[in-house]
């Protein structure tokens, strides 16, 4: 690794309604792991920053003084295989000799030696899990503790949205004095929880052996073998809906049309790009795999052509571990119609330049934005903007860059949902009162001047504060 970026041929510059900014990303593992970078050191959006083998599972023990006839405070001398080292059930565990008898205690467990109790007299072993890929794990409650539907409440211990432990009671029911528990089987996040069927659902965390910096810049800090903050310099774009995992590439950018993007002539060299384009269905999306892109940025798709393309249904609350050729965020939204105007202009300014997609989209719980980084050359040496006193390291979210959540009058704000869905425009006012909405439900609202465009002219508008996602924009960078 260098400890500075290389030279970067000079890219000419492009006006845009935008002001790149430093950006920060933590990039984790679910456990403790190796880490391949320190501080410092040039990244790529390739670059491999983690390992992890394996989980960390559960504390197993092996009780050495009972079986070696020991006191427990010699336990720590009869330790063969050092801390650390893995073994296999059965291996040789720890050995003692007094005169002409000689005992060995083989372990109970497979795992990794990880400490000694001199007053339990007690090996601990720490189990290791296989960061395999598995199935959502479906779970009925009610049948698995025999109990009533009635009662469901009572009975789960976790909610949707919770990260769960392999082993983690996720459920238990008071049968007289006795507990019956359900434990869980993975570790992952819970959702689904469905009272009516009694069932609850697990999504396994899929680990990838090697965590990537997604975007170029420096490291700033790495943290207990788990974390390392990347910093770079550039611009942001949220999106409202996407699939599939991380990409990186030259952003290419084609017309902002109503109708589904087709490929042509000029298409023929798209491979490893991040494809813009203002609508997309599943032809669209066949054709882009087709031609190895990367990933593909569009305004609107029906959300039938989405599940063709993933190949089931897709849900709002979790997605990002799709197993689809390429990444697709969607900046407007489901339905039918282009991408909005400014937004494409934008996108359009910075064409040619590295950009990271992420399509993970999580709506219920911990709300993530799909989103593209676009990295500029930062105006300095991006170890000064890594320094202590930034206060930059450690202020983002997994494979996500911080950006303000406050609204306030001045900044930009686009509505997600509500009659205005889709438009963008400056917050005039935030309205301190609840007022009353076509819908009949009662909220804080702000008071929206949005732009003029194929989505109408501007205007004054109301809507609802929950409804409103930061920008971007004059008054802020993304």
């Not at 990409?247 to 813009?276: K, M, Q």
Request: hydrophobic fraction near 40%.
């Amino acid at each position: 690794m260098t400890t500075a970026p290389p030279p970067a041929s000079p890219q000419p510059a492009k006006p845009t309604e935008l002001t790149p900014a430093p950006l920060v990303i933590t990039r984790r593992l679910s456990a403790e792991g190796r880490a391949l970078v320190a501080r410092g050191d040039w990244v790529e959006p390739g670059t491999p920053l983690l390992a992890m083998e394996t989980f960390p599972g559960r504390v197993l023990r092996t009780q050495v003084a009972r079986e070696l006839r020991i006191d427990p405070d010699q336990t720590e001398d009869t330790v063969v295989p050092s801390p650390g080292t893995i073994i296999q059930q059965g291996d040789v565990l720890a050995r003692s000799s007094l005169f002409w008898s000689h005992r060995i205690a083989h372990s109970q467990h497979e795992g990794s030696v990880a400490g000694v109790s001199p007053s339990l007299g007690v090996i601990y072993l720490r189990e290791h899990i296989p960061t395999q890929v598995a199935e959502t794990v479906q779970i009925n409650v009610i049948e698995e503790l025999s109990g009533d539907k009635n009662h469901f409440h009572s009975y789960v211990q976790v909610k949707d949205g919770d990260k769960i432990e392999r082993g983690q009671v996720i459920a238990t029911r008071n049968v007289g004095h006795n507990y019956q528990n359900i434990f869980s089987p993975v570790f992952g996040t819970v959702c689904n929880v469905a009272p009516l069927l009694g069932t609850l659902s697990i999504i396994p965390d899929q680990v990838a052996s090697v965590v990537t910096a997604h975007i170029p810049g420096v490291v700033a800090a790495v943290r207990h073998n788990r974390e390392v903050d990347v910093v770079g310099y550039g611009l942001i774009f949220d999106g409202l809906v996407g699939v599939g995992g991380e990409a990186s590439g030259p952003l290419v950018v084609r017309p902002n049309a109503t109708a589904p993007w087709r490929p042509g002539p000029e298409d023929e060299d798209l491979a490893g790009c991040i494809l813009v384009t203002g609508a997309a269905d599943n032809d669209s999306l066949a054709a882009a795999a087709a031609l190895g892109v990367s990933g593909l940025v569009a305004g609107r798709a029906r959300q039938a052509d989405l599940c063709r393309f993933v190949g089931q249904d897709i849900g709002v609350i979790a997605t990002g571990e799709e197993e689809v050729p390429l990444v697709l965020v969607l900046t407007e939204g489901f339905g039918q119609g282009a991408m909005t105007p400014r937004l494409h202009r934008m996108l359009a300014a910075v064409a040619g330049r590295t950009v990271s997609l992420s399509g993970t989209t999580h709506i219920r719980a911990g709300v993530i934005r799909p989103r593209l980084v676009v990295s500029v050359e930062p105006p300095t040496n991006l170890l000064e903007l890594a320094g202590a006193d930034t206060g930059l390291a450690g202020t983002a979210a997994i494979g996500l860059v911080e950006v303000p959540t406050e609204l306030a009058a001045g900044l930009r704000a686009r509505v997600l949902r509500g009659p205005h869905a889709g438009r963008s425009g400056i917050i005039k006012e935030l309205i301190d009162t609840p007022r009353v909405l076509p819908t009949g439900a009662e909220a804080l609202v702000a008071r929206l001047e949005v732009d003029p465009g194929d989505d109408g002219p501007g205007e004054i508008v109301l809507a609802a504060q929950a409804n409103l996602k930061l920008e971007g924009g004059e008054t802020n960078h993304g």
